[in-house]
């Protein structure tokens, strides 16, 4: 079935560090693929997606691109700031309206 | 516009004891999902309602779980009796297709004792 597996965390970095979380997934077709964070006490937000091969999702900085060759989907950002501490989960969904299929989740902690 | 409601979002009830959530999606989405969280994991799907038919309770364990959504609007979930394993935070999410967007409600985190 399909799968999602993203790196173990806690993952902790200064401030202005540069963020890469990996993420790779195993699914038939051509899902679509998710970015959520979830923020400290609030609840889980679409950061970033992209619906199809080669698509770069962006938002707030954060950047990912559908690898269908290497089945993956990274989250990178070039300077992470304190405001970024949150719990980070990939996701894919086969289609539009079907569940989301997440990882386990990476907490991301940035310090001053 | 108003986000995804739930309520109660804490809950502490003794094992063997039923318990209910309630969810008010926003509005105009014709999709609703419950997610099941637990501790250091990410959500994965309980059921999911296109209007107001179940189109995927597989995940569902209905010995002793149920849910329904009268109307196409609001959705309730239910436990009876809860155990100790049932302890988690319940997500509900809705969407409008084809948009791929789900908007999560904050949850409510259920501890049973």
């Known amino acids: 079935g399909d799968s999602v597996t993203q790196m173990e965390g806690p993952v902790t970095l200064s401030e202005e560090a540069f963020l890469t979380i990996n993420c790779t997934y195993t699914a038939t077709g051509y899902p679509s693929l998710f970015w959520y964070v979830q923020y400290p006490g609030e609840g889980l937000q679409l950061l970033l997606k992209a619906t199809k091969a080669d698509d770069k999702g962006s938002n707030k900085g954060f950047e990912a691109t559908y690898r269908k060759e290497t089945t993956s989907f990274h989250l990178e950002k070039g300077s992470v700031q304190v405001s970024d501490s949150a719990v980070y989960f990939c996701a894919l969904s086969r289609t539009a309206g079907y569940a989301l299929n997440f990882g386990k989740g990476t907490s991301l902690l940035v310090t001053p | 516009e108003a986000g995804v409601v739930q309520s109660p979002r804490y809950k502490i009830i003794e094992k063997k004891q039923p318990v209910a959530f309630w969810c008010n999606p926003i509005s105009g989405h014709n999709t609703l999902y419950w997610y099941l969280q637990n501790l250091g994991q990410g959500p994965e799907l309980l059921i999911r309602?296109?209007?107001?038919?179940?189109?995927?309770d597989s995940q569902l364990p209905k010995d002793r779980f149920s849910a329904e959504r009268l109307k196409g609007v609001d959705s309730t979930l239910k436990i009876q009796p809860a155990e100790l394993g049932d302890s988690a935070v319940y997500l509900c999410?809705?969407?409008?297709?084809?948009?791929?967007?789900?908007?999560f409600g904050p949850g409510t985190r259920l501890t049973v004792t």
């Open positions: 999410a809705s969407s409008l297709v084809p948009d791929y967007e789900q908007y």
């Open positions: 309602y296109e209007n107001e038919e179940a189109v995927d």
